[in-house]
């Protein structure tokens, strides 16, 4: 009778792997919560989106169960070096605080400008929505971050790319259409994949584009639905907010490097 949560984990060294949903397969037990996870013996478990949306699930099924019942005291679970063995005491360990998160050196703002691959195209048409959707949620996470309406003014070029075709992409094209834009400024380019599957599977398209100083990530979406609720989705907003946290402090725009130009140019004595 007791509620239960059963973790299915599943060996394996690629943290892309594609599992069938063991929720689907389960008994149908009451208040039973089943959730997967992927592992390997030598690095413990995955550092995936996979693992990340299981400890999520479960998060929100015990917060939903237990909405009404008073706290009990927590237990904290050992580290993987306890169950080894290697240390009998963790001495000086912090304690870990509700709502503390870790901040990133304070820096000034970053300017993006957004470019959309084919304006004029129906795959561009239908992802007017999602780009939408996308940008709110980044400005969200990544506070100072603000849209330009001009290249000149941007830190970062903002690149969405709709990949409709099986196929995918074509490497050599996306690197040269952001070339095209700038050849020297940094770039996130979000290739828009068409699915009605929030579980389909894509190559990380990462791995594919190899322009400097860019990052490429793969996002899910459909035309009546936007962009799904996945683990992909979230796992591509989550990479580009550390992207953007780990570049160089902002510096000067085209435009503000010529002003300064012109005022540092030494003026002629008469």
């Not at 240390?87 to 970053?110: A, D, F, I, L």
Request: with cysteine; proline share 6%; hydrophobic share 30%.
């Amino acid at each position: 009778s007791k509620p239960a949560v059963l973790v299915v984990l599943h060996y394996s060294i690629d943290p892309e792997k594609v599992i069938l949903e063991s929720s689907k397969l389960a008994a149908k037990r009451p208040n039973t919560r089943t959730v997967d996870c992927l592992f390997h013996e030598d690095k413990g478990l995955l550092k995936c989106c996979k693992n990340e949306e299981a400890v999520k699930t479960v998060k929100e099924w015990l917060q939903d169960l237990y909405k009404t019942k008073p706290t009990a005291a927590v237990v904290e679970p050992k580290s993987d070096e306890d169950i080894r063995g290697n240390n009998n005491v963790v001495q000086n360990q912090p304690k870990n605080t509700k709502n503390s998160k870790s901040r990133s050196p304070e820096r000034g703002p970053v300017n993006y400008f957004t470019h959309v691959s084919g304006k004029k195209t129906h795959a561009s048409e239908i992802t007017f929505g999602c780009r939408e959707d996308f940008k709110r949620r980044l400005q969200n996470e990544v506070p100072g971050l603000r849209e330009v309406s001009t290249l000149d003014e941007c830190d970062v070029i903002l690149v969405f790319r709709p990949v409709v075709s099986c196929g995918g992409i074509n490497p050599d094209a996306a690197q040269n259409e952001l070339d095209a834009i700038s050849d020297s400024k940094p770039a996130v380019l979000v290739l828009l994949h068409y699915s009605m599957d929030p579980e389909k599977f894509v190559l990380d398209s990462n791995k594919l584009v190899n322009r400097e100083n860019t990052l490429t990530v793969d996002c899910l979406f459909h035309e009546d639905k936007g962009l799904l609720k996945c683990c992909k989705n979230e796992d591509a907003v989550k990479k580009v907010k550390k992207w953007l946290e780990d570049l160089p402090k902002t510096k000067p725009t085209d435009s503000q490097n010529s002003l300064l130009c012109r005022c540092c140019r030494p003026k002629a004595i008469c």
